[in-house]
């Protein structure tokens, strides 16, 4: 069983930056994918960032070039960096580990979740 924290969201104003991170549980994290996925009120949860277990990282379209996102395997933690933030960042975050460790953008792949921080990006 992995538990996964979220922290580091707030509000903030257009063009500023954020940094969410996620502490997990676990002696396996290393070998794990770890995704951020986020969700709109009245909208589905979407794919964000994804690392794999072996560093790769991916993006989603509407992020690529503002958000980065990083592992730190020594201290079980993955976060991510937002920059250039936009009104349409607006959602919670969800922390999300797939114990396959290997790429994808699906929801239904992961398998462990957070319990979500929300991020306000105001205009």
């Known amino acids: 069983q992995v538990q996964l924290v979220e922290s580091g969201g707030g509000l903030v104003q257009t063009g500023g930056s954020l940094r969410l991170s996620c502490a997990a549980s676990?002696?396996?994290?290393?070998?794990?994918?770890m995704g951020w996925f986020r969700q709109a009120p009245g909208k589905e949860r979407e794919f964000v960032a994804g690392?794999?277990?072996?560093?790769?990282?991916y993006y989603g379209d509407s992020v690529k070039g503002r958000f980065t996102i990083v592992r730190d395997n020594a201290k079980n933690t993955v976060s991510l960096q937002m920059n250039s933030l936009k009104p349409e960042d607006t959602a919670v975050y969800y922390c999300?580990?797939?114990?396959?460790?290997?790429?994808?953008?699906?929801?239904?792949?992961?398998?462990?979740w957070g319990q979500g921080t929300q991020v306000t990006v105001s205009s």
């Open positions: 999300a580990a797939n114990r396959a460790g290997g790429y994808s953008i699906r929801t239904g792949v992961y398998d462990y």
């Open positions: 690392i794999t277990g072996s560093g790769s990282t």
């Open positions: 676990g002696r396996t994290f290393s070998n794990y994918a």
